[in-house]
């Protein structure tokens, strides 16, 4: 939820999970009430704690002579975590801190360094934009409008890419004829249909040398 090392693909993944959770949570309102209930219970009192968990005598005892009494206080553990996953104050506090933090390793081309203090870095930015570019898909098939914020981080991080993209197309024009894009430019390109970005001549040409060799060397591909 949030993430232990403070690098941008991590905090990339918390901002994709917690904006998922709470667009699940808007339209699963009786999940919304049972967590409500749980978290507002007494602890080790009510449903929120495994029922081998609340006689202390018992747990003890079967601690030591049934190991899968374990199987009982990762129960209590899930519920706890689902209390925390999904209470609406700590996931907009997730949700706001992991924008910040994508935010500040941004930098002014568009790129995402991957620690604070170093250059753009085309597979941090790749790794970044795959995220965001699931969660506009995601929201945009379910009517949902993506937050301002990320989506201007997207567009951003994505006229990286396309800058990226097309400077190493222009080096694979040097090569011999026969050539194969690589997974990276195929996946960028599936992210560009993602997004529902237009595009320029320069990439409609790219876009389509690529398909057209893609269909003429279809046993050169790899899995």
Known sequence: MTPRNDNAIDWASSLYVNLLVKHLASRMPKLQELISQWSSEPAGTGTLDSDLTKNQDLKDILLEEAPWMLSALDET????SLCELFDSQLLDRRIELATEKLQS???S???WSWFKGMESSYYTTF???S??????????????????S???MLTKGMDYLD???LDYYKKLGKKEKKWLPSNSP???MYMTSECGRKLSSKQKTMFDDYIKRIKKYPKDLSI
């Open 77 to 80: 553990h899930y519920r706890h």
């Open 105 to 107: 390793l941004q930098l």
């Open 109 to 111: 081309d568009g790129g």
């Open 127 to 129: 790794s970044v934009c």
């Open 131 to 148: 995220h965001l570019s699931k969660l506009y898909s995601y929201m945009s098939r379910n009517n949902v409008e993506l937050d301002k």
């Open 150 to 152: 990320t989506h201007r």
């Open 163 to 165: 800058n990226e993209e």
């Open 186 to 188: 195929l996946h960028y």
